[in-house]
């Protein structure tokens, strides 16, 4: 279907939550009778209900009832959105990809599926940390599929229509006054879990598979020679403009990092570059641009060192005041040509031991008393880089409207899981400052792009400019080790029944030139329960938003 037949609004919202609603109901009956509900549920009604009729009224909600229950009274906007769809918009769903979501995702049998198509508006703006839009989130029901979900076409509803500024793409970004410095193991650059190339093919090439000028001095540890070498072709294959070289096996690792200093210095490369910089193996760099566009007011033809503190106050103090290397650390040419002539002083069996902050020898300690020994130079700050040392949930920090300029510490193990490659697949459509930008709709959904969909079923009586406290440090938590970087936090909505939401899982961009981004939510997520211990939704379910480039700008307008 799509645009060619007539548009028109397609259920009033009243209305589509009373169908959704019906239909929810006759759902949950089929399950009812035919007990095809997992054990959890079953044992729910076993256990409260005294007939099937009951068992259904005590029912937990699924997702459209929950939202029918506090959206109903929210006037739906009448007014049309400004601009055509730049796209035809299909809502007809594709058997194949729910199947495949199911699947990945552990989706229950029946779930609920809901398509949204959002209309980029590029407009002379600034980047706002949070837009409103004066359009309800929902504009139709939910779907519910299950093992008899039989295909059909369905109409889409308006476009949301988001006015974002007209910040670049990835594809135009220029990374050549910079060259990388990365120290990792074999293993580690190779296994899925752990491998980067998929995020360096986001800041170091044009998306498109050619690199855009950024050099990588990749060393490992760990490698035999045809390790290296399968390592460089995996590279050059992915467009990524990279020199890989073996680690010397006898130095440790803070020796090994350390060590990328002089390998970047005496890299026939630099003679054209700006900056060298110091990365981990899970560094990211969201906005290549903005990037530049911040180093460029430092004077680079100075020795300069520029970074992050932790966030987390414990570790400054337990790691000493310098820059954090998994937030980056940028080194002006001078400031590597004196670090580099004084390198073997730098790590010498004193210094390493020196270096030792309790938890063995630190890379960054080592850097920072090699600089603070030999010169005068001190750590310049960079706001907006982030070394991420956050465990648990960081939805608080991804939902806080920021534009980082660094990521980092986001695969799991002891930090947290995100996934910053599938999060700035909407840069390609929508420019740099779309990624994690917020658009709050007048039904209290918050969309922060490409991390989650967040509806909050009471409304939004918060302050969002606070970060939610959903996250927490490393041992131990003093309660504000966090606010000298972030501010003092709002308390986390975890377990309330106040808010409940769709995470990014996945995000493609599509051949017509558009972004699908993939957020599901699980029944059983251990965030969102009412106070008293109750899941706030019995369903499964996926949104899929689907962005749409501005053809004006497109056309060159
Ligand atoms: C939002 O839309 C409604 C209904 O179309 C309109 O009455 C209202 O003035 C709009 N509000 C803003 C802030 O544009
Ligand atoms: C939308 O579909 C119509 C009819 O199938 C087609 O003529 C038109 O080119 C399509 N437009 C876009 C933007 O793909
Ligand atoms: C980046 O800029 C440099 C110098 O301004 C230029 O020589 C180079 O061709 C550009 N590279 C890319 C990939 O655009």
Redesign the pocket.
């Known amino acids: 279907m799509g645009v060619s037949g007539p548009r028109r609004r397609w259920f009033s919202i009243r209305n589509a939550f009373a169908r959704a609603f019906i239909l929810a109901f006759v759902m949950v009956s089929i399950a009812g009778f035919f007990l095809q509900f997992d054990a959890n549920v079953s044992s729910t009604l076993a256990h409260t209900a005294t007939s099937a009729k009951d068992a259904i009224s005590q029912q937990m909600p699924t997702v459209s009832e929950l939202l029918s229950s506090w959206v109903d009274s929210i006037t739906p906007?009448?007014?049309k959105p400004s601009i055509r769809p730049s796209r035809n918009m299909t809502c007809g769903a594709d058997r194949n990809k729910l199947r495949r979501w199911q699947k990945q995702y552990g989706l229950r049998n029946t779930f609920e599926y809901l398509k949204r198509y959002v209309q980029v508006n590029r407009l002379p703006i600034p980047r706002s940390s949070i837009t409103w839009i004066?359009q309800t989130f929902l504009a139709g029901e939910s779907r519910v599929m299950d093992s008899n979900w039989e295909p059909e076409d369905a109409s889409c509803p308006d476009p949301l229509v988001v006015p974002v500024s007209q910040s670049p793409f990835p594809s135009s970004a220029n990374a050549s006054e910079f060259m990388f410095g990365v120290s990792t193991t074999y293993q580690r650059f190779i296994e899925t879990r752990t491998s980067p190339i998929n995020e360096w093919s986001y800041w170091l090439t044009n998306g498109h598979g050619k690199s855009n000028g950024g050099k990588l001095i990749l060393k490992l540890f760990d490698a035999t020679d045809d390790q290296l070498q399968e390592a460089q072709t995996k590279l050059t294959g992915a467009g990524i403009d990279a020199d890989v070289y073996r680690s010397e096996p006898q130095d440790i690792m803070a020796v090994r990092y350390l060590s990328l200093v002089p390998a970047m210095f005496h890299h026939p490369a630099r003679d054209i570059k700006k900056w060298l910089v110091l990365c981990d193996d899970d560094t990211f760099f969201p906005s290549i641009h903005a990037l530049s566009e911040m180093l460029a007011e430092h004077d680079h033809t100075r020795p300069l060192y520029i970074g992050a503190l932790s966030e987390d106050v414990n570790n400054v103090q337990r790691h000493g005041s310098q820059a954090f290397g998994g937030a980056g650390i940028f080194l002006s040419v001078p400031m590597a040509e004196r670090i580099t002539n004084r390198y073997d002083s730098c790590r010498s069996d004193q210094a390493v031991n020196e270096a030792n902050s309790g938890w063995g020898p630190q890379g960054d300690i080592l850097l920072r008393r090699c600089i603070y020994a030999n010169s005068e130079v001190r750590l310049t700050l960079l706001h907006g880089l982030w070394q991420l040392d956050i465990f648990g949930d960081p939805s608080g920090f991804y939902e806080s409207g920021l534009r980082p300029l660094s990521l980092h510490h986001y695969r799991g193990g002891i930090w947290h899981i995100a996934h910053p490659w599938h999060y700035t697949k909407v840069a390609h459509v929508c420019g740099e400052d779309c990624t994690l930008q917020r658009f709050q709709t007048a039904d209290n959904f918050v969309i922060s792009n490409a991390f989650s969909v967040a509806f909050y079923p009471r409304g939004i009586d918060f302050d969002l400019k606070q970060l939610e406290a959903t996250f927490g440090p490393a041992p131990d938590d003093k309660g504000w080790n966090f606010d000298f970087a972030m501010g003092p936090r709002r308390p986390s909505l975890h377990k309330t029944g106040r808010k409940i939401s769709w995470d990014l899982q996945e995000a493609t961009l599509n051949e017509d030139g558009t972004v699908s981004q993939v957020y599901v939510l699980k029944h059983d997520d251990w965030r969102w329960k009412n106070p008293d211990g109750a899941p706030m939704t019995s369903r499964d379910s996926v949104i899929e938003l689907v962005w749409m480039p501005d053809e004006e700008e497109e056309n060159g307008v």
């Open positions: 906007s009448t007014s004066n």
